[in-house]
Nanobody, 127 residues
Framework: QVQLVESGGGLVQAGDSLRLSCVLP????????VTWFRQAPGKERDFVAA??????????ADSDSVKGRFTISRDNAKSTVDLQMNSLKPEDTAVYYC??????????????????WGQGTQVTVSS
């Protein structure tokens, strides 16, 4: 089973920035969406942002929770997907997971539909 590898989490203060990185090893990922989810203690795993590996188009969570602050991008040559997080808030505290699913016309925002996952990286934002 292919496992994705996240890095870049840590403890920061409100207003700081972090850049998470997800390495996608091995197989070709051209026909996949790669997505960042996050899960706070006691809560469900929530969709944050996704990128189409083929054309680089992006999708973000509908709520205002991350819009304008988070940016997802991919580097085909390095087989990585990054999540740049700016103006971090305490409510961004969560374990952040990278996941991949086969391409479909509509990006899935449901964690159960993703077959490839990383182990997660902890992001803690202090007030």
């Amino acid at each position: 089973q292919v496992q994705l590898v996240e890095s870049g989490g840590g403890l920061v203060q409100a207003g700081d920035s972090l850049r998470l990185s997800c390495v996608l090893p091995g197989r070709p990922w051209r026909r996949y969406h790669v997505t960042w989810f996050r899960q706070a203690p006691g809560k469900e795993r929530d969709f944050v942002a996704a990128v189409d590996w083929h054309d680089g188009s992006t999708t973000y969570a509908d709520s205002d929770s991350v819009k304008g602050r988070f940016t997802i991008s991919r580097d085909n040559a390095k087989s990585t997907v990054d999540l740049q997080m700016n103006s971090l808030k305490p409510e961004d505290t969560a374990v952040y997971y990278c996941a991949a699913e086969r391409w479909s016309r509509v990006v899935s925002r449901t964690a159960l539909e993703y077959g490839y996952w990383g182990q997660g990286t902890q992001v803690t934002v202090s007030s």
